[in-house]
């Protein structure tokens, strides 16, 4: 646990109560002294970048939040309909709020993988005065990503998205096709198969991507904060990832002073030990 400066190095976790949201479950461990926000992504939990032990992990004391539908984060007493009609952006500053209720006010950095890199970036957008870094790997935000746009905002692909996630064979068929048509790689294809797998998983699925479907960043916006606080950036991407390539961050990353570009011989699943050995040997 970190504490203004302290570090007991033992892995441990908490809740923080958001009102008018829910219980937001996260994951406490790392044997740095500096607080980071981490944001994993989907089917994952906030123990997601405990593999990179060798790497941010040494310098940072990681504060791994739960997607809600995901891990122990329990959203509150929502209906589908305002499920789908999706998070407000302000609800993520709530988020911050009460981690500095718990630890105080003080100076942070960020992480977020794929999905997750939507609100570390939005966290920027409201407290960049307050962030040292942000690390992003396979980032989603820099971009409109097509697909999760026309499933989540288009009345047709909102209609099919619900259906899909009802069938028992709708699911697994699209995702063949997908697979066929080379939108996703077998790695991926291997990943949301067993996201699809049963009906809870499925509902999982649907509620996740529009309860986040409002928060998108404004990358301009990002832009500035992190160019007028010298936000130090890392941004890491795959070579062979389909889903968040680097081309899309393309424009983002223009509009950056001095960021650290890395692309890496992998797909989009990234946080792994080979990435966790990759961020080492860039230090020697």
Same mark, same amino acid.
């Given at each position: 646990?970190?504490?203004?400066?302290?570090?007991?190095?033992?892995?441990?976790?908490?809740?923080?109560?958001?009102?008018?949201?829910?219980?937001?479950?996260?994951?406490?461990?790392?044997?740095?002294?500096?607080?980071?926000?981490?944001?994993?992504?989907?089917?994952?939990?906030?123990?997601?970048?405990?593999?990179?032990?060798?790497?941010?992990?040494?310098?940072?004391?990681?504060?791994?939040?739960?997607?809600?539908?995901?891990?122990?984060?329990?959203?509150?007493?929502?209906?589908?309909?305002?499920?789908?009609?999706?998070?407000?952006?302000?609800?993520?500053?709530?988020?911050?709020?009460?981690?500095?209720?718990?630890?105080?006010?003080?100076?942070?950095? $960020?992480?977020?993988?794929?999905?997750?890199? @939507? =609100?570390?970036?939005? !966290? #920027?957008?409201?407290?960049? %005065?307050?962030?040292?870094?942000?690390?992003?790997?396979?980032?989603?935000?820099?971009?409109?990503?097509?697909?999760?746009?026309?499933?989540?905002?288009?009345?047709?692909?909102?209609?099919?998205?619900?259906?899909?996630?009802?069938?028992?064979?709708?699911?697994?068929?699209?995702?063949?096709?997908?697979?066929?048509?080379?939108?996703?790689?077998?790695?991926?294809?291997?990943?949301?198969?067993?996201?699809?797998?049963?009906?809870?998983?499925?509902?999982?699925?649907?509620?996740?991507?529009?309860?986040?479907?409002?928060?998108?960043?404004?990358?301009?916006? $990002?832009?500035?904060?992190?160019?007028?606080? @010298? =936000?130090?950036?890392? !941004? #890491?991407?795959?070579?062979? %990832?389909?889903?968040?390539?680097?081309?899309?961050?393309?424009?983002?990353?223009?509009?950056?002073?001095?960021?650290?570009?890395?692309?890496?011989?992998?797909?989009?699943?990234?946080?792994?030990?080979?990435?966790?050995?990759?961020?080492?040997?860039?230090?020697?």
């Amino acid at each position: 646990m970190y504490i203004k400066g302290v570090i007991l190095n033992i892995a441990t976790m908490g809740f923080l109560d958001i009102p008018g949201l829910g219980k937001a479950h996260y994951h406490e461990y790392g044997t740095g002294t500096k607080p980071m926000l981490a944001f994993h992504g989907y089917g994952m939990t906030g123990r997601q970048f405990h593999v990179l032990e060798n790497s941010i992990l040494q310098e940072y004391h990681v504060y791994g939040f739960d997607h809600f539908f995901h891990g122990d984060s329990k959203l509150g007493d929502w209906t589908e309909e305002q499920i789908v009609a999706g998070m407000p952006k302000p609800m993520v500053k709530a988020y911050l709020e009460e981690w500095f209720n718990i630890y105080g006010r003080q100076r942070f950095s $960020v992480m977020g993988y794929s999905i997750g890199a @939507n =609100i570390a970036l939005l !966290l #920027i957008e409201e407290y960049a %005065d307050l962030i040292d870094e942000v690390v992003l790997m396979a980032p989603d935000g820099l971009s409109v990503y097509k697909g999760f746009h026309f499933l989540t905002f288009k009345k047709v692909g909102q209609y099919l998205f619900k259906r899909v996630t009802k069938s028992k064979w709708l699911a697994p068929t699209l995702l063949k096709n997908l697979k066929k048509l080379k939108f996703i790689d077998d790695s991926l294809y291997t990943i949301a198969y067993n996201e699809i797998d049963t009906e809870q998983k499925r509902q999982d699925v649907y509620y996740t991507l529009n309860l986040i479907r409002l928060l998108k960043p404004d990358t301009n916006k $990002v832009a500035e904060m992190i160019n007028r606080h @010298n =936000i130090k950036c890392r !941004l #890491i991407f795959g070579k062979h %990832d389909n889903l968040f390539p680097m081309k899309a961050a393309l424009p983002f990353i223009g509009k950056l002073n001095n960021p650290q570009v890395y692309e890496v011989d992998m797909g989009h699943w990234l946080v792994t030990k080979q990435l966790d050995e990759y961020l080492v040997n860039l230090q020697q």
